[in-house]
Protein backbone atom coordinates (compact mmCIF):
# COMPACT_ATOMS: atom_id res chain seq x y z
CA UNK A 1 0.00 0.00 0.00
CA UNK A 2 1.74 3.27 -1.15
CA UNK A 3 -0.16 5.32 1.52
CA UNK A 4 1.54 3.52 4.49
CA UNK A 5 4.81 3.72 2.52
CA UNK A 6 4.79 7.20 2.62
CA UNK A 7 3.58 7.73 5.86
CA UNK A 8 6.32 6.09 6.92
CA UNK A 9 9.20 7.35 4.79
CA UNK A 10 7.26 10.98 5.86
CA UNK A 11 9.55 11.66 8.90
CA UNK A 12 12.25 9.22 7.80
CA UNK A 13 12.71 10.15 4.66
CA UNK A 14 10.40 12.82 3.10
CA UNK A 15 12.14 12.91 -0.54
CA UNK A 16 10.92 9.32 -0.84
CA UNK A 17 7.68 10.20 0.62
CA UNK A 18 7.58 12.89 -2.01
CA UNK A 19 7.95 10.73 -4.97
CA UNK A 20 5.40 8.46 -3.52
CA UNK A 21 2.78 10.96 -3.01
CA UNK A 22 3.98 12.64 -6.13
CA UNK A 23 3.02 9.11 -7.94
CA UNK A 24 0.04 8.76 -5.70
CA UNK A 25 -1.50 11.92 -6.40
CA UNK A 26 -1.08 11.79 -10.67
CA UNK A 27 -2.81 8.56 -10.23
CA UNK A 28 -5.71 9.88 -8.39
CA UNK A 29 -5.96 13.21 -10.17
CA UNK A 30 -6.27 11.33 -13.74
CA UNK A 31 -8.74 8.59 -12.21
CA UNK A 32 -12.59 8.91 -12.69
CA UNK A 33 -13.28 7.58 -9.72
CA UNK A 34 -11.30 9.76 -7.31
CA UNK A 35 -10.44 12.91 -9.37
CA UNK A 36 -8.57 16.27 -7.76
CA UNK A 37 -11.37 17.44 -5.64
CA UNK A 38 -11.39 13.96 -4.04
CA UNK A 39 -11.39 14.24 -0.02
CA UNK A 40 -8.62 11.47 -0.21
CA UNK A 41 -6.52 13.21 -3.06
CA UNK A 42 -6.62 16.11 -0.67
CA UNK A 43 -5.44 14.49 2.30
CA UNK A 44 -2.64 12.99 0.06
CA UNK A 45 -1.92 16.80 -0.98
CA UNK A 46 -1.56 17.47 2.65
CA UNK A 47 0.72 14.93 2.96
CA UNK A 48 2.92 16.10 -0.04
CA UNK A 49 2.88 20.00 1.46
CA UNK A 50 4.21 18.13 4.64
CA UNK A 51 6.97 16.15 3.17
CA UNK A 52 7.94 19.36 1.41
CA UNK A 53 8.56 21.21 4.29
CA UNK A 54 10.35 19.03 6.24
CA UNK A 55 12.60 18.91 3.01
CA UNK A 56 12.85 22.80 3.43
CA UNK A 57 11.33 23.51 -0.08
CA UNK A 58 8.88 25.93 0.98
CA UNK A 59 7.97 27.14 -2.47
CA UNK A 60 6.70 24.30 -3.74
CA UNK A 61 5.05 23.55 -0.59
CA UNK A 62 3.21 26.98 -0.53
CA UNK A 63 1.99 26.37 -4.66
CA UNK A 64 0.71 22.84 -2.80
CA UNK A 65 -0.93 24.94 -0.32
CA UNK A 66 -3.02 26.67 -2.85
CA UNK A 67 -3.74 23.05 -4.48
CA UNK A 68 -5.19 22.37 -1.85
CA UNK A 69 -7.58 25.24 -1.36
CA UNK A 70 -8.56 24.96 -4.59
CA UNK A 71 -9.24 21.79 -4.63
CA UNK A 72 -11.22 22.35 -1.61
CA UNK A 73 -13.40 25.28 -3.42
CA UNK A 74 -14.33 23.20 -6.15
CA UNK A 75 -15.30 20.31 -3.78
CA UNK A 76 -17.54 22.45 -1.77
CA UNK A 77 -19.03 23.84 -4.60
CA UNK A 78 -19.90 19.95 -6.25
CA UNK A 79 -21.03 19.23 -2.65
CA UNK A 80 -23.38 22.36 -2.74
CA UNK A 81 -22.07 23.46 0.49
CA UNK A 82 -21.53 27.16 0.65
CA UNK A 83 -19.60 28.31 3.85
CA UNK A 84 -15.69 27.88 3.55
CA UNK A 85 -15.14 25.51 6.63
CA UNK A 86 -11.61 26.01 8.62
CA UNK A 87 -8.79 24.15 8.49
CA UNK A 88 -6.57 22.56 11.54
CA UNK A 89 -3.88 25.04 10.99
CA UNK A 90 -6.99 27.92 10.95
CA UNK A 91 -8.75 26.66 14.08
CA UNK A 92 -4.49 26.59 15.79
CA UNK A 93 -4.23 29.90 14.59
CA UNK A 94 -7.20 31.09 16.33
CA UNK A 95 -6.47 28.63 19.33
CA UNK A 96 -9.79 27.53 19.15
CA UNK A 97 -8.35 24.33 20.72
CA UNK A 98 -6.01 25.40 23.53
CA UNK A 99 -3.32 23.66 21.86
CA UNK A 100 -1.32 27.59 21.88
CA UNK A 101 -1.90 27.45 26.02
CA UNK A 102 -0.25 24.05 26.37
CA UNK A 103 2.40 24.63 24.07
CA UNK A 104 3.50 28.12 26.14
CA UNK A 105 3.12 26.24 29.02
CA UNK A 106 5.74 23.27 27.94
CA UNK A 107 8.29 26.14 26.92
CA UNK A 108 7.57 28.26 30.01
CA UNK A 109 7.48 25.05 32.54
CA UNK A 110 8.34 21.87 30.92
CA UNK A 111 8.52 19.84 34.20
CA UNK A 112 4.76 21.19 34.75
CA UNK A 113 3.43 17.68 34.06
CA UNK A 114 5.92 15.87 36.44
CA UNK A 115 5.35 18.53 39.08
CA UNK A 116 1.50 18.21 38.78
CA UNK A 117 1.71 14.30 39.19
CA UNK A 118 3.86 14.22 42.42
CA UNK A 119 2.18 16.63 44.22
CA UNK A 120 -1.35 14.53 42.95
CA UNK A 121 0.32 11.42 44.61
CA UNK A 122 1.52 13.59 47.49
CA UNK A 123 -1.66 14.69 47.99
CA UNK A 124 -3.10 11.17 48.03
CA UNK A 125 -0.81 9.79 50.35
CA UNK A 126 -1.62 12.42 52.73
CA UNK A 127 -5.50 11.89 52.21
CA UNK A 128 -4.34 7.88 52.90
CA UNK A 129 -2.20 8.75 56.01
CA UNK A 130 -5.55 11.35 57.31
CA UNK A 131 -7.97 8.26 56.92
CA UNK A 132 -5.42 6.16 58.78
CA UNK A 133 -5.17 8.11 61.83
CA UNK A 134 -8.95 8.48 61.47
CA UNK A 135 -9.13 5.00 61.75
CA UNK A 136 -6.67 4.10 64.50
CA UNK A 137 -8.59 7.36 66.64
CA UNK A 138 -11.43 5.39 66.15
CA UNK A 139 -9.97 2.02 67.03
CA UNK A 140 -8.52 2.97 70.31
CA UNK A 141 -11.13 4.81 71.78
Known amino acids: DYFALANLYLHGLPDKAEFILRRILKLRSESKGFGPCHVETIMHLELLRKSLKYQHKYKSASSVKTQIKKARKMQQHREGGVADQPTLSELC ?31 AVEESRALWLEERRSFFR
Open 93 to 123: ATDQCGAMDYVCDMILDPNKKERMEEKRKAN
